[in-house]
């Protein structure tokens, strides 16, 4: 997401324009998701294990949502297991890791102390529900795949942030590079994490529609938070906590926005050299900002102030797309329990690494910066430009669709490349 510096104030001006539309962009997309549904259920039938697949998602969807109600309605919890369960979650246990999901119960009522505090007085009234809400960490899950991460060695899992309404984004992402598959033995999984509908949208139908979708697809994460600006730093803690307990044999995690190329096979070279020169076990790369302070601009996104936060920023990278070790997300997990969340997700993820006296690496390749849509670089629609690099901000659905096959044209000569 981050371009801090970039585009100011357009955030809020764009949000109004859209709600108008958002009613008929909704039907729309029920119409589509339930042309989708029949279409893939058609291609299932001819297809023994699309049947199976299907029936699984089935399975689970039922399983996680009545669990909802079950939650919703009963505060003392239940004593059942809300997730699969499996061997290797078992052995875990002794390690003090859960064996499955435990934030079971929605538990975020605001914390009154809070408002008792001068500070909280002069406080921008923006940040208000930020801290009355900044004690609760983990939510409980709507969409759970504990299986994602079960099946042999994944050596890299693609983690994308996303909101309920971007689901053209998720097609194009799944069609390129959040393609599952199997490159040399190495495979490739994906995720898509994402939070409950904000309040005031159609919420009923836009959580039918995501359960459509992960029966299809079975590639979804989702909490019971709502899906916020500010809540973005508990997509990170919640994933990471996820991560610890159901991927103990991944290798490589990206993660990434679900507005950004990737240059997959880039990124596994990149990977294939760290492993090569053994530097892979606290290698976190990406988009890196060093010596940034927090934006006192009232107008920006990204606009922080002084009663929370009065340092400069640890070096941290751009949330836009960065690789990291399984190993070093497991440290994180670890050191982030000890920090209080901070409303930008990419600078807690700074602060926690600063905590582990590590610095996140700068590599020319992860351009998450500076490449808007607003300042229209000619780089944008030069395919050679998305063939060298690894990550790239930010396309549009389309745009991704377009230069993905463009890219891949074995047609495309590019007179250089620059190495990884
Ligand atoms: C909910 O949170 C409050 C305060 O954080 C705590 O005292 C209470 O025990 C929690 N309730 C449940 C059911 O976890
Ligand atoms: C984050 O999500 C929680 C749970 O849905 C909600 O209570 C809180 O207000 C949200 N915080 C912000 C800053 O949007």
Redesign the pocket.
């Known amino acids: 997401t981050r371009g801090h510096v970039w585009y100011p104030a357009s955030f809020h001006c764009t949000k109004k324009k859209r709600v108008g539309l958002l009613k008929p962009l909704l039907s729309l997309s029920l119409v589509f998701a339930s042309f989708l549904m029949i279409h893939k259920l058609k291609l299932a039938e001819k297809d023994g294990v699309g049947v199976k697949r299907m029936r699984d998602a089935v399975w689970c969807g039922s399983e996680c949502f009545s669990f909802k109600k079950r939650v919703v309605k009963n505060?003392?919890?239940s004593s059942e297991s809300p997730v699969l369960s499996n061997g290797l979650d078992a052995q875990r246990v002794s390690k003090g890791t859960p064996a499955s999901w435990d934030a079971q119960?929605l538990?975020c009522?605001e914390?009154a102390s809070v408002r008792t505090q001068d500070w909280f007085g002069r406080l921008d009234p923006r940040f208000h529900q930020f801290v009355l809400h900044r004690?609760c960490r983990y939510f409980p899950m709507l969409i759970n795949h504990p299986e994602k991460c079960a099946d042999g060695e994944v050596q890299l899992l693609m983690v994308v942030k996303s909101v309920i309404e971007q689901h053209d984004r998720r097609e194009a992402v799944r069609k390129t590079w959040g393609k599952e598959h199997t490159v040399d033995g190495k495979k490739i999984k994906t995720l898509f994490l994402l939070g409950s509908p904000a309040t005031g949208k159609d919420t009923k139908n836009l959580q039918k529609l995501i359960e459509y979708e992960d029966m299809i697809y079975g590639d979804i994460l989702q909490w019971d938070f709502m899906d916020t600006f500010f809540n973005l730093t508990l997509k990170e803690v919640n994933f990471l906590k996820w991560f610890n307990i159901y991927c103990s044999g991944v290798q490589f995690i990206f993660k990434g926005d679900d507005d950004v190329f990737v240059n997959t096979h880039n990124l596994l070279q990149l990977i294939d050299f760290r492993v090569e020169e053994r530097k892979e076990a606290e290698l976190f790369v990406g988009d890196t900002i060093s010596k940034a302070i927090p934006i006192r601009n009232r107008q920006s996104k990204y606009y922080i102030p002084k009663e929370l936060y009065d340092k400069p920023y640890p070096p941290y990278v751009g949330g836009g797309g960065f690789l990291m070790s399984s190993q070093l997300a497991r440290r994180l997990f670890v050191v982030s329990e000890d920090l209080e969340l901070y409303p930008i997700d990419d600078v807690f993820l700074g602060m926690c690494l600063q905590k582990l006296q590590l610095a996140p690496e700068m590599h020319p390749g992860f351009r998450t910066f500076g490449i808007t849509r607003r300042r229209v670089s000619p780089m944008n629609g030069e395919p050679c430009f998305y063939k060298n690099l690894i990550v790239v901000h930010k396309l549009s659905a389309q745009e991704l669709l377009r230069m993905w096959s463009v890219v891949h044209n074995e047609d495309l000569i590019c007179a250089q490349r620059v190495s990884v």
């Open positions: 505060s003392l919890g119960v538990n009522s914390d004690h």
